[in-house]
């Protein structure tokens, strides 16, 4: 009966860390592969997935910041140009405190939504709301 209890306590547990990964967040790092005159950023969508955002909302980030066109292939984003690694980072960076992290508490569990046709910034830990750029 013990073992049972504890066993539901440990589920409750994991289902808070899951749905709060607080503290524990890592940025990712990109996987950039330059061919010609293209840059391929090979884990783009888990990338994506790691901010919580849809691939096809990063990918049009990037392709004004880098003002060029890009597509997914596979998961892996191919923009046209030379674009190094290093100003791959940096962008990722950029989008992570534009679109991910609330600036109110700093944490990253946050979600976009739409209101009034503003797209705006939900942080589920401490409620926190703000506008966003809209890039469609
Ligand atoms: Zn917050």
């Known amino acids: 009966m013990v ?3 504890e066993t539901l306590l440990n589920r409750g547990l994991a289902k808070i860390k899951d749905s709060n990964p607080s503290g524990r967040f890592e940025m990712p790092v990109a996987e950039v592969e330059t061919h010609g005159q ?5 884990n783009f969508a888990q990338i994506a997935d790691k901010f ?10 990037f392709q004004k910041e880098l003002a060029t066109s ?4 596979n998961g892996q984003a191919i923009f046209l140009g030379n674009i190094t690694s290093s100003l791959i980072t940096r ?13 109110a508490c700093g944490q990253p569990d946050t979600k976009m939504a739409t209101e009034d046709k503003n797209e ?3 942080c589920w830990a401490c409620g926190a709301k703000r506008q966003i750029r809209n890039l469609r």
């Open 3 to 5: 073992d049972d209890y």
């Open 38 to 42: 293209r840059t391929i950023v090979r």
């Open 52 to 61: 919580r955002r849809e691939t096809q909302h990063l990918l049009k980030f």
């Open 70 to 73: 890009g597509s997914i292939e």
């Open 91 to 103: 962008k990722l960076t950029d989008y992570a405190n534009e679109f991910v992290f609330c600036k």
């Open 120 to 122: 705006m910034l939900v």
